[in-house]
C-alpha cells in the first residue's frame, strides 16, 4: 500500500492508492462469469405442449362420454375441468416469473460460479495437508548423545545388537549341563514347596523344566531361569491331552503364555492351574458345541436345537423338538465339582445331573446318555402306570421288562408286541405289522403324559383280543354282528361297569335276537347269553345270562367252541321252550347241568314238566323231561329228545311209530320221542302235537277195543281196522290234526262216506264206530237195489230215501234210537212228493207185527237185525 504524497512516481498497476484518507480501486476489465444453459426449455413450447395435451384429453372425454351413464359422465368431465384448471394456474405462474427471467438467469450463474470457487479452495486445502505429511518422513532425528558417550567411554554400546553381531554357540555338553543343574533346581524346589495345588501332583522333570499333567485335561511346561528358590515360574508350553487330539495355535499359546507368566507373578501355580482348567473347559464346551452343530445339521435335523449361553458358559440342547409331549432339555456346563456334566431337565420326571468323560469329548455319546436315561425314565414310568392299574392284577404276565429301553407287551394269547423308543426322534415304536397295532403307534405318539400311554396299550390289548376272537370265531362257523346303538345303561346293568370293548356273536341258525356276548374289560373277559331286541332306534337286553366259562379257554379251543354252540342252541331252544309253557301256565322246572371242579359248564340242561298238564288220559305217568342233543356235522341237525314213562298197557304197546324218531315201550313203561330243532323254529308246538297224536291213538285203540274191533295197523298218524267182515277202513291224521277217513273198496259205506266223515270231525270216533254197524245193512240193501228202478238217496248218516219213479212211489227210512238201541223206522213219503201217492200195496206190512218187528200203521219200525229183511218185503211189494 503506497501513498501518492510520499512519491512523485505513479503507482504500479493493480496496486491500491489511498487518496486522502481513502481506498481506491484502480480500473481493471475482470473475465465474465460463465453463462448456464443446460436443461432450460422455452416457454413458449410448454405453453404449447400444454394447448396440445388439452386439446387431446378432450377430444378423449368427448369420445367416451356416449357409452356412460349421467353419473359417470358429470363426474369424468368434472375431474377434467379441475385438472385442466390445475395446470394452466402453474402455467400462469411460470408466466409470471418469466418476466424476472433475465435477473433469475444472473443469479444461477453466480451461484454456479460460487460453487466452483469453494471446490478450487477445498482442494487447495487438502494439497497442503498431503504436503505436511510427506516433510514428516524427510525430518532428522536428534542426535542420541548418550549411546555416543558410551561408545567413546567404554568402546561399545551396552544396547543389544539385534542380533546384527551372531553370539557365540554353545557346546552340547554346556546344554546339557545347563539342562540337568535346571532339573536339579526344579526338583529341590518342588519338593520342597508346600504350595503345589493338588491336580498338579502328578508331574514329571525333564530337558530343564517341570511338566505339570492334570489326567483328561491339558499338560503344561514350567520352567525357572536361576537358582534363587523366590524366582518365578516361567510358562513355556501348553498342551491339550484329551479326545479329540487338538493343536495350540500359535496365537493361542502366545496369549496363554502371556496371561500365565502374568497369573504366575501374582497368583502363582494356584492361579495357573484356575485359569488353564478354565480354559481347557471351556474349549471342551466349545468343541461338544461345534459337534453338536454338525449332528444338528446333519441326521439329526429337525429333532435337535442347540443353543449356546456365553454369560453362563452353557450348552442347551433341546432334544426331540418334534415330540411336543416328551421333548425335553439337557444343559452341558461346568458343574459344582469344576468338571463338564449334563444337567437334564424333562418335563414329566425330576431332573437329574450326569458327569460326562472329561479324556474324550464326544457329543454323540453324551446325547445317547442323556437320550437313553430318559427312555428307560419312560418306560419305567409307563411298566409302574400298568403295574398299579386294574389290568395287571389280574394279567400279571401282560407287560415285563426285557431290557432297561424295550417292554414286552402281550396283547393276547397268540401275539406279542415290544414298545421301544427311538433314539433319534423319540418316537414310540410299538413292533408289529397290524393295522391296530400302528393306530396305536400313531396315539402314543400324539399323547402329552404317562397315563394317556397306559390307556392306550390297554385299549390295544383290548382291540387286539377282540379281533382275535373275532377271527377265530368266524372260523369255527360263527358270524360276528355288529350291534350298533346298544343302550348304555343296559351295557352297565347287565354286564358291568368296566366293559370296554364288546363283540356280539352268533350261530346262522339261531332264532333273531340271540347272541353270545363277549365283554372285555380292564381285568377280565367274559362270556354272556343275551337276547336283544330293538327300541327306540338301538337294541336293548331283553334277557341275559353269565356263562361261567372260562372266556379265552373256549373261544381258542375249537373244540370248546363247537361244545359252546351246542349248549347255546340247547339253551335257545329251552329258553323258547320255557316261554312257551309260561304263556300256556304250563308249569316246568329246567334243572340246570353239573358244574366242572372250576366252576364252569359246557353241559347241556334239562327241562321237565307234568304230563298231566298237557294230556288228558291217563296213558302218560310223572312228568316230561326234555333234553337237548346237539348235531355231530353240519349236514345234521339239532334235536329235542323227550322222555317219559308210560302205563304197561297193550293199547300202548300196539301203537307203531313207523319211525325211529318215536319209542314207545308198553311193556317196559317208557317212551322217547325225537324232534329236529330245524332253523328259526319254535320246537314246543310239535311236542305238544307229538304227544297229541300219541295220546289219541291211545285213546283210539282203547275205543277200537271196546267196540272188539280187529286192529290193522296203528300209528301216529294213521289207524286201519276192520270193522266188519272184508270191510277195512282206515283214518289218516295229517300233520295240521286233520283225520281223513278211508274205505276199503268195495264197501257199501262209501255211500255214506262224506256224511261219515263228518261225524268223525265233528263227533270223534266212538260215535263213527256206533254208527257203522247200525248203517251196514241198510247200505248193503242200498246196494242189492242199484239195478232196480228204485233209487236209494242218502240225506245223512240216520236219512234215506227210496223213491220209485215208475210206480210213483218213496219210502223214508230213518235211524233212531230208543233206549241206546238203534231201530230202524220206515214210513211211505209218497204224499210229500207232488204227483205221487200212497200204495195200498204196503199197508198189510205196516200193519204186521212179527219178531223185531213193530206195525205203526203209516210204517214200520224194526231192529237192524231185520231191517234187510223188512226192507225187501217193502221193495217187493212196490216193485210188483
Not at 499359546?253 to 497368583?267: D, H, V
Request: charged share 20%; aromatic share 8%.
Amino acid at each position: 500500500m503506497m501513498s501518492v504524497d510520499d512519491h512523485d512516481h505513479p503507482p504500479p498497476p493493480g496496486a491500491q492508492v489511498v487518496v486522502k484518507g481513502q481506498l481506491n480501486v484502480a480500473d481493471e476489465v475482470y473475465p465474465s462469469i460463465p453463462h448456464i444453459s443446460e436443461n432450460f426449455i422455452p416457454l413458449s413450447v410448454v405453453a404449447s405442449r400444454l394447448v396440445e395435451n388439452t386439446y387431446s384429453e378432450l377430444v378423449n372425454i368427448l369420445e367416451t362420454l356416449p357409452a356412460a351413464n349421467d353419473t359417470t359422465k358429470k363426474r369424468k368431465f368434472l375431474n377434467f375441468l379441475i385438472h385442466t384448471r390445475q395446470q394452466y394456474i402453474k402455467l400462469l405462474v411460470l408466466t409470471q416469473w418469466s418476466r424476472n427471467a433475465r435477473d433469475i438467469s444472473k443469479v444461477i450463474d453466480v451461484v454456479s460460479w460460487l460453487s466452483g470457487q469453494k471446490n478450487c479452495f477445498s482442494n487447495v486445502v487438502w494439497s497442503l495437508q498431503a504436503v505436511k505429511h510427506d516433510l514428516g518422513s524427510a525430518r532428522l532425528r536428534n542426535p542420541d548423545i548418550a549411546t555416543a558417550l558410551e561408545v567413546f567411554v567404554l568402546g561399545k554400546p551396552r544396547l543389544s545388537s539385534f542380533n546384527y553381531v551372531p553370539p557365540k554357540p554353545l557346546s552340547p555338553q554346556t546344554i546339557l549341563d545347563t539342562l540337568h543343574d535346571l532339573n536339579v533346581l526344579l526338583s529341590l524346589r518342588l519338593a520342597l514347596s508346600d504350595n503345589i495345588p493338588v491336580p498338579f501332583q502328578n508331574y514329571k522333570i525333564a530337558n530343564g523344566r517341570v511338566t505339570f499333567c492334570v489326567e483328561g485335561d491339558f499338560e503344561v511346561d514350567l520352567g525357572i531361569a536361576d537358582d534363587n528358590k523366590n524366582s518365578r515360574f516361567f510358562l513355556i508350553d501348553f498342551r491339550y491331552i484329551f479326545k479329540p487330539i487338538s493343536t495350540v495355535t500359535p496365537a493361542i499359546r502366545a496369549s496363554l503364555e502371556r496371561i500365565g507368566n502374568e497369573i504366575l507373578i501374582t497368583k502363582g501355580l494356584d492361579g495357573l492351574y484356575e485359569y488353564l482348567h478354565n480354559f481347557t473347559l471351556s474349549y471342551k464346551l466349545l468343541i461338544l458345541q461345534q459337534q453338536l452343530v454338525r449332528l444338528a445339521n446333519g441326521i439329526w435335523t429337525g429333532t435337535l436345537n442347540i443353543s449356546y449361553f456365553a454369560e453362563r458358559q452353557t450348552i442347551a440342547i433341546q432334544y426331540w423338538a418334534e415330540q411336543p409331549g416328551r421333548k425335553a432339555v439337557a444343559e452341558v456346563g461346568v458343574l459344582q465339582s469344576k468338571v463338564l456334566g449334563v444337567q437334564w431337565i424333562p418335563r414329566d420326571f425330576s431332573a437329574e445331573t450326569f458327569t460326562i468323560d472329561q479324556s474324550e469329548i464326544s457329543a454323540q455319546t453324551v446325547l445317547s446318555q442323556v437320550i437313553i436315561y430318559h427312555i428307560q425314565q419312560l418306560l419305567a414310568a409307563i411298566l409302574t402306570a400298568f403295574l398299579s392299574s386294574p389290568i395287571y392284577k389280574s394279567l400279571s404276565d401282560l407287560i415285563t421288562p426285557v431290557s432297561d429301553t424295550k417292554l414286552k407287551i402281550k396283547l393276547t394269547p397268540s401275539l406279542t408286541t415290544y414298545l421301544t423308543v427311538e433314539h433319534l426322534t423319540g418316537r414310540m415304536v410299538l413292533e408289529g405289522t397290524t393295522d391296530l397295532i400302528a393306530s396305536a403307534e400313531q396315539a402314543l405318539n400324539a399323547q402329552t403324559d404317562i397315563q394317556s400311554s397306559t390307556q392306550i396299550l390297554t385299549t390295544l390289548r383290548h382291540l387286539s383280543i377282540q379281533r382275535e376272537i373275532e377271527d377265530l370265531v368266524k372260523s369255527a362257523g360263527w358270524d360276528v354282528i355288529k350291534l350298533t346303538n346298544i343302550r348304555a345303561d343296559d351295557i352297565r346293568q347287565k354286564y358291568g361297569v368296566g366293559v370296554r370293548q364288546t363283540t356280539t356273536i352268533r350261530q346262522r341258525h339261531w332264532i333273531r335276537g340271540w347272541f353270545i356276548v363277549v365283554t372285555i374289560s380292564d381285568s377280565t373277559i367274559s362270556l354272556w347269553f343275551s337276547e336283544f331286541k330293538s327300541a327306540e332306534g338301538g337294541w336293548s337286553i331283553a334277557w341275559n345270562e353269565a356263562l361261567a366259562l372260562d372266556a379265552l379257554d373256549t373261544l381258542y379251543s375249537p373244540e370248546k367252541l363247537n361244545r359252546l354252540a351246542a349248549v347255546t342252541s340247547g339253551r335257545i331252544t329251552f329258553h323258547i321252550i320255557a316261554n312257551g309253557l309260561q304263556e300256556r301256565n304250563i308249569p316246568y322246572e329246567l334243572i340246570p347241568p353239573p358244574t366242572d371242579i372250576h366252576g364252569s359248564t359246557l353241559e347241556l340242561p334239562s327241562l321237565q314238566f307234568a304230563s298231566s298238564a298237557v294230556t288228558k288220559s291217563t296213558w302218560a305217568k310223572s312228568a316230561f323231561k326234555l333234553e337237548f342233543v346237539p348235531s355231530e356235522s353240519e349236514e345234521e341237525r339239532n334235536a329235542v329228545i323227550v322222555t317219559g314213562s308210560i302205563e304197561q298197557s297193550a293199547a300202548v304197546s300196539s301203537v307203531s311209530a313207523n319211525s325211529s324218531d318215536v319209542m314207545l315201550d308198553g311193556q317196559n313203561g317208557h317212551f322217547t320221542l325225537k324232534f329236529y330243532v330245524p332253523p328259526n323254529s319254535q320246537i314246543l308246538q310239535q311236542i305238544l302235537e307229538r304227544l297229541g297224536q300219541i295220546e289219541r291213538s291211545v285213546s283210539f285203540i282203547e275205543t277200537l277195543q271196546t267196540f272188539n274191533i280187529k286192529l290193522d295197523e296203528i300209528s301216529l298218524n294213521r289207524i286201519s281196522f276192520e270193522y266188519a267182515p272184508d270191510l277195512r277202513m282206515a283214518i289218516t291224521i295229517s300233520v295240521d290234526r286233520k283225520m281223513t277217513l278211508e274205505l276199503s273198496d268195495p264197501n257199501p259205506h262209501r255211500r255214506i262216506q262224506f256224511f261219515l266223515q263228518d261225524v268223525l270231525d265233528n263227533e270223534g270216533l266212538r260215535p263213527l264206530l256206533a254208527i257203522l254197524p247200525a248203517t251196514l245193512p241198510l247200505l248193503r240193501f242200498a246196494g242189492y237195489i242199484d239195478s232196480s228202478d228204485a233209487y236209494f238217496i242218502t240225506h245223512s248218516t240216520k236219512s234215506y230215501r227210496i223213491i220209485y219213479y215208475a210206480q210213483k212211489h218213496a219210502i223214508d227210512i230213518e235211524l233212531k234210537y230208543k233206549d241206546g238201541r238203534p231201530m230202524v223206522y220206515v214210513t211211505d213219503s209218497s204224499g210229500d212228493i207232488p204227483g205221487f201217492k200212497q200204495a195200498d200195496v204196503c199197508s198189510s206190512i205196516w200193519t204186521s207185527n212179527s219178531s223185531g218187528m213193530v206195525g205203526l200203521q203209516a210204517g214200520i219200525a224194526c231192529e237192524i237185525e231185520v231191517v234187510e229183511e223188512l226192507l225187501s218185503r217193502v221193495h217187493s211189494a212196490i216193485s210188483s
